[in-house]
């Protein structure tokens, strides 16, 4: 009685962080992403850190840029506080080299990595949506197909920009692409790059929706009607797609569900 009198007058809250270097539980998840500008990895965070705390987790949130150091950094931030799990999204080939010294419980999303300490890697079928987005192009008319993709040597890039070229392939089309890394600003510059070199392009598939919508600003700058001059497809349906005009065609990912069973293998595996 007399302890729960003091907590009460002091108002006295358990330090997680201590208490884990006794019980090795945080009850903390890492999320490591690579830019929380880009909406896609944003709505998989809020995805996350939803059921994260449904099941009495808190969310840490590091934003990587891509850059190994930072990643190495934040993993060992999180490997020092005891963290519990750590979710990665990265275009990162060579994410092993993170796991060093550590038994931390790890699933990767958008990516494929084979390690020990990798429990799960959660992907959406890019090769089949880079199919679909072209297809779809096709049979809306469009002959002089290009893709805005994204830098070839990540895996979810790769295998959207390959279905895209298959497609092309298959059809008699040629294929003509410009890669560009998953930002606005790239985009921008990249859409003017493939708008110069490609005069002729009557529709487009973005590797992603901010590419897509990057694309939007530069062909209505251009004084070009969409859809009826150059028809664009994006990738990902974030939330964002709605509220431009016109409202982007795209490719649906299961963000939600992506971020979901990330959370939920996890703790599972905790």
């Not at 790890?106 to 959660?122: E, G, K, T």
Request: aromatic fraction near 8%; glycine fraction near 6%; charge should be negative.
């Amino acid at each position: 009685a007399r302890v729960l009198k003091v907590i009460e007058e002091t108002g006295f809250k358990p330090n997680e962080i201590a208490r884990s270097f006794t019980t090795k539980s945080s009850r903390i998840i890492g999320l490591i992403l690579p830019n929380i500008m880009n909406p896609f990895f944003s709505e998989v965070g809020r995805a996350v850190e939803d059921r994260a705390r449904r099941n009495n987790y808190q969310l840490i949130l590091c934003n990587s840029d891509e850059d190994p150091e930072k990643q190495q950094e934040y993993y060992d931030t999180l490997k020092s506080i005891h963290a519990d799990g750590i979710i990665i999204i990265s275009n990162n080939t060579n994410l092993s080299a993170l796991f060093k010294g550590s038994k931390i419980p790890v699933v990767i999303i958008d990516n494929s990595i084979f390690h020990p300490n990798v429990v799960a890697s959660l992907y959406s079928n890019n090769y089949e949506g880079g199919r679909l987005a072209t297809n779809h192009l096709i049979e809306c008319g469009c002959k002089h197909i290009v893709s805005l993709s994204g830098k070839i040597e990540f895996p979810a890039s790769w295998f959207r920009w390959k279905g895209y070229t298959d497609v092309c392939v298959e059809q008699g089309l040629e294929p003509r692409y410009v890669e560009s890394l998953f930002n606005f600003e790239d985009g921008y510059t990249n859409a003017q790059k493939l708008l110069d070199q490609y005069p002729d392009v009557d529709g487009i598939v973005a590797a992603c929706d901010i590419l897509a919508i990057s694309l939007i600003r530069v062909l209505t700058e251009r004084g070009k009607r969409i859809p009826q001059d150059v028809m664009v497809i994006g990738y990902d349906n974030i939330s964002m797609d709605r509220v431009i005009t016109p409202a982007l065609t795209t490719i649906a990912q299961p963000i939600a569900q992506l971020g979901h069973s990330a959370v939920d293998i996890l703790i599972e595996t905790i």
